[in-house]
Nanobody, 130 residues
Framework: QEQLVESGGGSVQAGGSLRLSCVAS????????MAWFRQAPGKEREVVAR???????GYADSVKGRFTISKDRAGNTLYLQMNSLKLEDTATYYC????????????????????????WGQGTQVTVLS
């Protein structure tokens, strides 16, 4: 069974850093698109950062220059390095996986839309303190 497990969340002072990890079990996501989403109370889930199977990345405007998405070569672990954290970054963070389209060897376009992501982790809470 495909599973994603996030870790690394916690409480941090504004301006601080955290590194989130997402470990895949039951499969490797080397051919998948992967993304980090976040959801704050009362708000919709939004994409934070995404990466294609080939390693092309994209970021929400709100985190550009502060967050970095990366993955290990084996395709087992996804990371989100978060620097210069702000109060508005407080949310539950989820990693998600979007498999290749039928007939494709890999996922070439990482979507903004959570609808296209089939596998989700349970989430990890990030709280930024003033």
């Amino acid at each position: 069974q495909e599973q994603l497990v996030e870790s690394g969340g916690g409480s941090v002072q504004a301006g601080g850093s955290l590194r989130l990890s997402c470990v895949a079990s039951g499969y490797t996501f080397s051919s998948y698109c992967m993304a980090w989403f976040r959801q704050a109370p009362g708000k919709e889930r939004e994409v934070v950062a995404r990466v294609t199977a080939a390693g092309a990345t994209g970021y929400a405007d709100s985190v550009k220059g502060r967050f970095t998405i990366s993955k290990d070569r084996a395709g087992n672990t996804l990371y989100l390095q978060m620097n210069s954290l702000k109060l508005e970054d407080t949310a539950t963070y989820y990693c998600a996986a979007d498999p290749p389209l039928p007939g494709n060897r890999a996922c070439y376009l990482a979507s903004f839309d959570p609808y296209y992501y089939d596998v989700w982790g349970q989430g990890t809470q990030v709280t930024v303190l003033s």
